[in-house]
């Protein structure tokens, strides 16, 4: 039913910048609340950032708050998460995820839609 597309990852060192792009197969986008996940070698995917369809409210987990923002273009049917700061530990595939829950969570199993993944790799 909806297909997404990650881009934009790569090899960047400790302080500099990237930014993720996720676009969505679908005419709705506007009705999906959208999320970012990460999941570093040996680890759990954990959450990253999210934002909600209804107000655009957005959430982020504390470990990127204040380096880490999420965006989206609706004309676009496209997400963003603007990488800045960026840390060793930030190393990880970086998912996206779409859930037509008006109000998203931090819970990968509230989430109905996910990419396929692009690496990030932070070099200190």
């Known amino acids: 039913q909806v297909q997404l597309v990650e881009s934009g990852g790569g090899l960047v060192q400790a302080g500099g910048s990237l930014r993720l792009s996720c676009v969505a197969s679908?005419?709705?986008?506007?009705?999906?609340?959208m999320g970012w996940f990460r999941q570093a070698p040996g680890k759990e995917r954990e959450f990253v950032a999210c934002?909600?369809?209804?107000?655009?409210?957005?959430d982020y987990a504390d470990s990127v708050k204040g380096r880490f923002t999420i965006s989206r273009d609706n004309v676009k049917s496209t997400v963003y998460l603007q990488m800045n700061s960026l840390r060793p530990e930030d190393t990880a595939l970086y998912f996206c995820?779409?859930?037509?829950?008006?109000?998203?969570?931090?819970?990968?199993?509230?989430?109905?839609?996910w990419g396929q993944g692009t690496q990030v790799t932070v070099s200190s």
């Open positions: 934002m909600a369809w209804a107000n655009g409210r957005e």
């Open positions: 995820a779409a859930t037509t829950r008006a109000v998203p969570n931090n819970l990968r199993e509230s989430y109905d839609y």
């Open positions: 679908v005419r709705t986008f506007s009705r999906y609340s």
